[in-house]
């Protein structure tokens, strides 16, 4: 099976800050990743798809980048709102990372 | 407005069953595969079990193959999944998703709580 794994798994961050999460796949995925954010009590929400197309609705200060075996979730401008826990997951066999949860400085 | 919600989740012992189910609206159901991911306090998101839009294929992960059944209704837009021989790690918020092909899962149900404890 493919493995995911995210650095770092922890990130303590303050408001305006630039922010980038990696995900690192144990073997080639092409472009079949996904992010989710994960806020606490609720239900994780798709951010992107396809490595690095945003999904509507989601703003623009989040992107994602990468092929192959590394990934990164950029948050251009961090907002109070973004604070929460962020997955990868791979499309090939749905497994999901670990997760980062970015919490306030 | 696309929707999600599961239900049944309860406290149930060691050993014990459950059916969980998702009902569906504000899309064609039986356009899509659904999946069930679950994750247990504290801890991160695990895929579980997915169906094909016609009940044809499923899968499941390793830790609940010949133990869950992952089933559908299309003509009640429901998904269901049928959980036996429980185990304490089993314990998990169940939700299930909306397989959107290669855009990933969206969306997602608020989730269900099963509790396996004696």
């Known amino acids: 099976d493919i493995q995911l794994t995210q650095s770092p798994s922890f990130l303590s961050a303050s408001v305006g800050d630039r922010v980038t999460i990696t995900c690192r796949a144990s073997?080639?995925?092409?472009?079949?990743l996904a992010w989710y954010q994960q806020k606490p009590g609720k239900a994780p929400k798709l951010l992107i798809y396809?490595?690095?197309t945003l999904q509507s609705g989601v703003p623009s200060r989040f992107s994602g980048s990468g092929s192959g075996t590394e990934f990164t979730l950029t948050i251009s401008s961090l907002q109070p709102e973004d604070f929460a826990t962020y997955y990868c997951?791979?499309?090939?066999?749905?497994?999901f990372g670990p997760g980062t949860k970015v919490d306030i400085k | 407005e696309v929707q999600l919600v599961e239900s049944g989740g309860v406290v149930v012992q060691p050993g014990g069953s459950l059916r969980l189910s998702c009902a569906a609206s504000?899309?064609?159901?039986?356009?899509?595969?659904m999946h069930w991911v679950r994750q247990a306090p504290g801890k991160g998101l695990e895929w579980v079990s997915l169906?094909?839009?016609?009940?044809?294929?499923?899968y499941y992960a390793d830790s609940v193959k010949g133990r869950f059944t992952i089933s559908r209704d299309n003509s009640k837009n429901s998904l269901y999944l049928q959980m036996n021989s429980l185990r304490t790690e089993d314990t998990a918020l169940y939700y299930c998703?909306?397989?959107?092909?290669?855009?990933?899962?969206?969306?997602w149900g608020q989730g269900t709580l099963v509790t396996v404890s004696s």
């Open positions: 073997q080639g995925i092409s472009s079949y």
């Open positions: 169906i094909s839009w016609d009940g044809g294929s499923t």
């Open positions: 998703a909306r397989y959107f092909g290669p855009k990933g899962f969206d969306p």
């Open positions: 396809a490595a690095s």
């Open positions: 504000g899309f064609t159901f039986d356009d899509y595969t």
């Open positions: 997951q791979q499309l090939n066999s749905y497994l």
